[in-house]
């Protein structure tokens, strides 16, 4: 069977999570693919794009973003595959003679609709336009074989919204792995909280520079770039505008928490890279977080700084640090790349077995 893996949306210096999510799947697939018989492609826009990638067969297609992106089955028909895997649910499918495999990541720009800055203004109001309404996603996801997604929380409200006809299969999110000598980790003497993440409305970080506010020798490090001004020089929080790989594990090592604020998210990435070295978490109480934390974490309403205050300071506790940090390395090690690479490739060997009995419909 012929593998197509859609890496368009890959980055080109720093990987985004969707772009991460791509390469890691297709880096994991890519051995238990050829372990079946199978052959695997990246399709890549962008040959810059391949300095993040694993070093695989490659093909050129236009930009996720071009306006060829509705017939870009024609570009891909050319290229003899069998099924083609896609990170994202907005593929074209028009004419596409080869199965189809869309992921939906999730749902949360209906109820928070301000799209990406670092999109051009006419894909930000398209962008706006798709969220309005759900007939655009239900029609972009049954243009798809099947459809997978990357927690149940998604698949559950894709399927109180009836947003596709097709099988939902859950291939989740993971981390990358920890450092082989990570250490058993005892509770810091300093109180540095990390925060990794964007500064969309959404992920709600006033809520966690509010809730250090009342806690007296604490420290809020906000890691990611784009934290807007007005953090900067507020007591207690430190704005890094970006920080290493190896800077990011160095923090995380010595953290007294990772805290998260989001009303939604997707998953959670941040959560599984500070459990898996052992750093406990403390996060807003939502459905996503639960499944991916389960009971490893401290959780509070997500717009009362005072609840996450108060959650922070219960594990200055050693004891409930300590059972914290232990529970979180046991629920990282239920997510890794390969298991989800062989969750995906299940997927694929039923709907490339199908394509290869009879034409897919397209569109």
């Not at 989740?172 to 980790?185: C, L, Q």
């Not at 239920?334 to 299940?346: E, F, G, I, P, T």
């Amino acid at each position: 069977m012929r593998i197509l893996v859609d890496c368009r949306y890959t980055r080109l210096e720093h990987h985004d999570g969707i772009s991460r999510y791509g390469a890691r799947i297709t880096e994991a697939l890519a051995p238990l693919a050829a372990a079946h018989g199978h052959e695997l492609t990246m399709l890549i826009s962008d040959k810059a794009q391949l300095a993040m990638l694993p070093d695989l067969p490659w093909a050129l297609a236009s930009g996720v973003t071009s306006a060829r992106e509705p017939w870009v089955a024609r570009q891909i028909n050319a290229l003899g595959v069998d099924v083609v895997f896609t990170p994202m649910q907005t593929m074209g499918g028009s004419g596409r003679r080869y199965g189809l495999v869309k992921t939906l990541h999730d749902l949360i720009y209906y109820r928070n609709r301000t799209p990406p800055r670092d999109l051009n203004p006419a894909i930000r109001l398209l962008w706006r336009l798709y969220h309005l309404a759900w007939w655009p996603q239900r029609m972009l996801l049954n243009q798809a074989d099947e459809v997978v997604t990357i927690s149940e929380t998604t698949s559950s409200l894709m399927t109180e919204h009836h947003l596709t006809k097709r099988r939902i299969s859950i291939v989740p999110n993971a981390a990358d792995p920890a450092p082989a000598s990570a250490h058993v980790r005892t509770q810091p003497a300093g109180r540095d909280l990390v925060y990794m993440g964007s500064f969309m409305p959404y992920k709600n970080v006033e809520t966690l520079v509010r809730a250090v506010a009342l806690l007296p020798g604490y420290r809020l490090h906000l890691l990611s770039k784009g934290a807007p001004a007005h953090y900067r020089g507020i007591e207690n929080v430190i704005v890094h505008d970006g920080v290493s790989d190896e800077e990011y594990a160095e923090l995380l090592d010595g953290a007294f928490a990772l805290v998260h604020a989001s009303l939604e998210e997707g998953f959670g990435i941040p959560l599984l890279e500070a459990m898996s070295v052992g750093t406990p978490v403390v996060l807003s109480d939502t459905p996503i977080f639960r499944e991916v934390a389960e009971d490893a974490a401290s959780y509070f309403p997500a717009r009362d700084a005072a609840a996450a205050a108060a959650a922070i300071r219960g594990l200055e506790d050693p004891d409930l640090w300590a059972a914290r940090s232990e529970a979180g390395r046991v629920v990282a090690s239920k997510y890794s790349w390969k298991a989800s690479a062989a969750a995906l490739l299940d997927v694929l060997e039923r709907v490339g077995a199908h394509s290869q009995r009879s034409q897919p419909r397209g569109g």
